[in-house]
């Protein structure tokens, strides 16, 4: 077996991975990223946020070929999906950016390594792919990443029933799809479908959808998901799934069974941290597979580290990101931090859904005594002219200090917004310092301004 030696070897290439071995790099540190797939990127870049939001986006112009350009005076006529079309256009799209983090190692002098990576001893990992290589490193940086979690009751085949990478590559629209899990990642994968012409039902095992998100937001997406046909079943519990015959059948406890074409399992995600030798050196993680780290992100074990999904928190590619740089930055003595109350949250479903900092639940439970300001998406003219009046910016601030403490959005591009909102928390500003800065018109970011000058009940827009 061939035997290297690098000074940090980062054993994944998902979003933290490879922005750790960027970073590294850009720091002069002699750097290694391991990962067993063919590209690197992980679950992000290969089969989860970048093919998901494609799909989204072509999905959405044809419901709105279909159904609204008719609105703006355009006449299309016959509208018809290809399919294998927009499935092409989501790989290239794939292709394009897992490729440019090859170019990208390259350029920084990144050395990448393709195999499966496995801890030997606590500054060795030996690789398994095409070619068998033992690496020697000072340091160890651990990005596993995550998977999505099973359940032992739904028999998964990855072709009738599956998780998020299956509903990626449906090879034909079906025409009933049952989707368990009422999360971000069911209903943006059971709205693509949807719009494609599926039945889709949704089965949620909690009182209400995205049990994360703001619940007065949660309340009117769902609202919205049943116009657009998503039908949602909440405190339904799932008993089985199981293949049948040509199709699938769903079971539910109090409930009749459904039959149907597919069924999509997505109940959350698990750290995939099984199968890398941590055992070997003593690494114990805890009951869900999750590494424990300080505030350095270094493990029990001297000179190893971990950061992103498989260390818990918000699972997004975002936070594994700052993690990473984070990480980095404080190994070569540098004074960086992340701060975890401004981790933006984006659901990408029609309209887009964004939020940051507390909701007005977790606000009430802390006995936080905080001040709202709402503006709705009717009220703001960009909205108007986009046909897109559904929606509101609602801004939580702290009643003595006018701190901003969360922001929640729901309408068009609710995603791009929610960034002006970040950048004032992180800065700890005030509602005020959002309302006394000038918006430009006509915009969405309006309906921010709007929101915070409705937190001092001197809105000018809205009643």
């Not at 690789?127 to 998964?156: F, N, T």
């Not at 406890?253 to 030798?277: F, Y």
């Not at 969360?406 to 959002?434: L, N, P, Q």
């Not at 309906?447 to 001092?456: F, R």
Request: glycine share 12%; with cysteine.
């Amino acid at each position: 077996m061939k035997k290297v030696k690098h000074e940090l070897v980062v054993l994944g290439g998902g979003p933290a991975g490879y922005v750790a071995a960027i970073r590294a790099a850009q720091l002069g540190i002699d750097v290694a990223c391991i990962d067993e797939n063919p590209r690197f990127g992980g679950t992000c870049l290969r089969v989860g946020c970048i093919p998901s939001k494609a799909l989204l986006e072509s999905s959405h112009h044809y419901e709105e070929a279909k159904h609204r350009f008719g609105e703006h005076g355009i006449q299309v006529g016959d509208v018809k999906l290809d399919l294998d079309a927009l499935m092409a256009r989501k790989s290239k799209i794939v292709d394009t950016l897992t490729g440019g983090i090859d170019m990208l190692f390259k350029k920084q002098g990144v050395t990448p390594y393709r195999g499966r990576g496995r801890f030997e001893d606590a500054t060795t990992i030996a690789v398994e792919g095409e070619e068998s290589v033992s690496i020697e490193a000072d340091q160890v940086l651990i990005c596993a990443g995550s998977h999505p979690a099973r359940l032992s009751s739904v028999e998964e085949d990855g072709e009738y029933i599956g998780n998020s990478t299956t509903a990626l590559s449906f090879p034909t629209v079906p025409q009933k799809l049952v989707v368990i899990g009422a999360g971000y990642i069911g209903l943006e994968l059971g709205s693509v479908w949807n719009r494609l012409g599926s039945e889709v039902i949704a089965l949620e095992a909690f009182d209400r959808i995205m049990p994360g998100i703001d619940g007065e937001i949660a309340s009117l997406a769902h609202r919205g998901f049943k116009k657009q046909g998503i039908e949602i079943r909440t405190e339904t519990f799932v008993q089985s799934a199981k293949r049948k015959g040509d199709g699938c059948v769903v079971e539910i406890k109090d409930g009749e069974p459904i039959d149907c074409d597919r069924v999509l399992l997505a109940t959350g995600r698990t750290p995939a941290t099984d199968d890398l030798g941590l055992e070997g050196i003593n690494l114990e993680t805890d009951q869900r597979g999750f590494i424990s780290v300080n505030e350095n992100f270094e493990t029990a074990v001297e000179g190893v580290y971990a950061a992103g999904d498989c260390i818990g928190g918000a699972m997004l590619a975002h936070k594994a990101m700052e993690e990473a740089i984070v990480c980095i930055e404080r190994m070569v003595g540098m004074k960086s931090h992340v701060n975890y109350d401004v981790i933006p949250a984006i659901v990408y479903t029609h309209p887009e859904i964004a939020s940051v900092g507390r909701t007005e639940e977790q606000l009430k439970e802390d006995g936080v005594d905080y001040l709202k300001g709402v503006c709705p998406y009717g009220a703001n003219g960009r909205a108007r002219t986009l046909g897109e009046i559904d929606g509101r910016v609602k801004i939580l601030a702290d009643s003595v200090t006018d701190r901003v403490l969360g922001v929640h959005i729901i309408g068009a591009r609710a995603g791009d917004m929610i960034a002006e909102a970040a950048t004032a928390m992180e800065f700890g500003a005030s509602s005020e310092d959002i309302a006394r800065t000038c918006h430009a018109h006509p915009t969405l970011a309006e309906a921010m301004h709007e929101a915070a000058l409705a937190v001092d009940k001197r809105a000018i827009h809205t009643a």
